[in-house]
């Protein structure tokens, strides 16, 4: 039998809940010359009657007598592997089915190139793309990553293939439970063997709470970093030549060791004065009198522009009573673009300047702990605020506390788990939020009842009753209208308006929010840059002249501009992602784009440029349905009265 070009090596411990998927995404790999090594690690779960549930020749399966750990195992197989490579692969990840084609291809042509990685993309526990690590984005050649490793690491472990030979000649430290991957890197780099990385991401990394990588970063970065640095210190004296490499590392060990001590020393401070401090507060509160007659107190991260904000700006407005309600603040805004919204509904109080130092804001959560306290009828409403969660548990019980999740992101949600048994609503904006928590709370074993806590409230926009027959011109106009951050990706819009330009396809590209001076420059001659607009009044008129709006977000909830858009008749063109697909039915009211990795997103933009070009008599059909969709579905009649429904109790005699 001849021997496979690629063994996989994929160890497993206690992984039921996502092997099926990790085990799917290799057998279903366009490369099919390859071996499937899966050893199962001493689990407890049913991870071996899932492993072995499956009839695939190229698997082949493998029991550790005792749990050996992550090295020692990968060790174990890399001595069965048969493969002329080695290819990595978690039991809790997903591989893009061209990963290993991507990868055998490179290393092929690559004759020099002893270790090949991809770029990935961080994934939650249910699924949902978190966005990117920035030391995979940053470091792609050779020099990039051995200057950066002495640093930090920023390399993916479950993306490696390396060649066998290199792989069985250095091996993993079996004394490094958790970072036996970071320092291999180390170990071949300072001996300049040749590590590469594939400039696209070709594998969704799942990140959780209980995962190796969490459990170390919850001690610091700094904890891993000194742990694999000592180790691959240690190992490089046995030589009697030090290289430059080796003195790099060695000085970035001693900048971890003093940033790891001064950082633990900071938080057992604060740790300890915690407590007291907030007590302190609550003391002081008790002197001052009542600020909040209303007995609502909204406290809310931001007044800058913002979907969020409009939202808890529109709630706000929802929230009729004869005294204003109180809403607090405690982030800096980075404008005060919709400040005057909540300005006219409420008082508005900003803390942010406050709340900079630990010391003075757990002295002013004291104080607010007393002011809502002293009310004999009050409610809080906040969303995705650390502050709030921590003052939860010195609220009374006859205090309605309410908490808002716009979209699940792997972030706060997780933090928030302590506190989920103070809070009486949870509220989400559409049902995959609501399923994203579900899953969460699953995941972690609590209680079926807090389902029912979670309440559903859409948001809504307001519908113009009428809208002016849209004229399309022979140049189609496309809109894209938000922020410049990471998971929004503009940089797939200005790409695909860069190549309409060069391929002279009629299209204008607008892009309307606050987008960096630097990206503008670059590409100032294929898109038209307004800037940040505040007024809807100049927005409704964009919306009128555009065609499309594009959405090329790697992680949505369902984005209020596709509303407000959708609204008049604007198409839109999104990636597959969030509550988005629940409401766009592609070619009948917009269009969704499937494809994953972002130069092929881009095809896929100017191939649906291409089509509706072509057939012009879609775009009309597309935008009526558009527009008849949203008045049907968006529209606010029931948004406040579900808000005020759920608030009822403070308005009750």
Same mark, same amino acid.
């Given at each position: ?455 559903? @409230?859409?948001? =809504? ?8 027959? /849209? $004229?399309? !011109?022979? &140049?189609? #106009? ?122 092929? @997103?881009?095809? =896929? ?8 070009? /072509? $057939?012009? !008599?879609? &775009?009309? #059909? ?32």
């Amino acid at each position: 039998m001849n021997k496979p070009k690629v063994s996989v090596l994929m160890p497993v411990y206690n992984g039921e809940k996502f092997l099926r998927k990790a085990i799917d995404s290799i057998l279903r790999q366009t490369f099919t010359d390859f071996e499937f090594l899966i050893i199962n690690d001493a689990s407890t779960d049913n991870s071996k009657e899932i492993i072995l549930s499956y009839n695939d020749k190229r698997i082949k399966y493998f029991e550790n007598e005792k749990n050996l750990g992550v090295a020692k195992t990968l060790n174990k197989g890399m001595k069965l592997a048969k493969g002329k490579y080695i290819a990595r692969m978690d039991a809790d990840d997903i591989s893009f089915p061209e990963r290993l084609k991507e990868q055998v291809n490179y290393l092929d042509n690559h004759s020099y190139c002893d270790v090949v990685v991809t770029k990935i993309y961080i994934m939650d526990i249910c699924g949902n793309v978190l966005g990117k690590w920035k030391e995979d984005q940053e470091n792609i050649t050779f020099r990039q990553i051995k200057k950066q490793l002495p640093i930090s690491n920023c390399l993916a472990h479950p993306t490696v293939m390396v060649k066998s030979s290199i792989l069985r000649q250095y091996g993993y430290c079996g004394n490094l439970r958790h970072s036996s991957d970071y320092e291999l890197w180390l170990r071949l780099c300072s001996d300049e063997r040749r590590i590469e990385k594939i400039d696209e991401e070709l594998v969704y990394y799942r990140t959780r709470p209980d995962s190796i990588t969490s459990i170390t970063l919850k001690r610091g970065s700094s904890y891993k970093n000194i742990q694999t640095k000592v180790q691959f210190i240690f190992g490089r004296t046995k030589r009697l030549k030090t290289r430059y490499f080796e003195i790099k590392t060695s000085l970035y060990l001693l900048k971890d060791v003093f940033s790891f001590g001064f950082t633990n020393l900071r938080k057992n401070i604060i740790d300890v004065l915690k407590e007291p401090l907030i007590n302190i507060g609550i003391t002081i509160g008790r002197i001052i009198p009542s600020i909040n007659p209303s007995g609502i107190f909204f406290i809310f991260l931001f007044y800058h522009i913002g979907g969020a904000e409009k939202v808890h700006a529109d709630i706000v407005n929802c929230i009729k009573t004869e005294k204003k309600p109180l809403i607090i603040f405690t982030n800096h805004s980075n404008n005060k673009s919709l400040k005057y919204l909540f300005e006219r509904n409420g008082h508005v109080l900003d803390l942010s300047p406050l709340l900079f130092l630990k010391i003075t804001r757990y002295l002013m959560a004291g104080i607010l702990i007393s002011q809502i306290n002293k009310c004999p009828r009050a409610v809080t409403f906040s969303s995705n605020n650390l502050l709030y969660y921590e003052i939860l548990k010195y609220l009374k019980p006859n205090v309605l506390k309410i908490d808002l999740t716009h979209i699940f992101e792997g972030g706060i949600e997780y933090q928030s788990l302590s506190y989920i048994n103070k809070i009486d609503y949870r509220v989400v904006i559409n049902d995959k939020t609501k399923s994203d928590i579900c899953c969460l709370y699953k995941y972690h074993g609590f209680d079926k009842e807090l389902i029912n806590k979670i309440v559903v @409230i859409e948001n =809504k926009v307001d519908i113009p009753k009428t809208i002016p027959q /849209k $004229k399309h !011109s022979n &140049i189609l #106009k496309f809109v894209y209208v938000g922020r410049w951050s990471e998971e929004k990706r503009v940089y797939l819009i200005l790409e695909s308006a860069k190549l309409c330009f060069e391929k002279k396809i009629p299209a204008d590209f607008t892009i309307i929010g606050d987008i960096p001076t630097s990206i503008k420059n670059q590409y100032r001659k294929y898109c038209f840059f307004t800037g940040e607009i505040k007024s809807f009044d100049t927005m409704k008129k964009y919306y009128k002249k555009a065609d499309f709006i594009l959405i090329t977000s790697m992680r949505e909830g369902f984005p209020l501009v596709v509303m407000e858009t959708m609204a008049y008749g604007v198409i839109p063109i999104s990636t597959n992602v969030g509550n988005i697909p629940f409401h766009i039915k592609s070619w009948q009211n917009g269009i969704i784009i499937e494809d994953k990795t972002e130069s092929d @997103i881009v095809k =896929k933009i100017l191939e649906i440029i291409d089509k509706v070009n /072509k $057939k012009r !008599s879609l &775009i009309n #059909k597309i935008s009526q349905n558009a527009r008849r969709y949203a008045v049907k579905h968006f529209h606010s009649k029931f948004f406040c009265y579900k808000y005020n429904q759920l608030m009822q109790k403070v308005f009750q005699e």
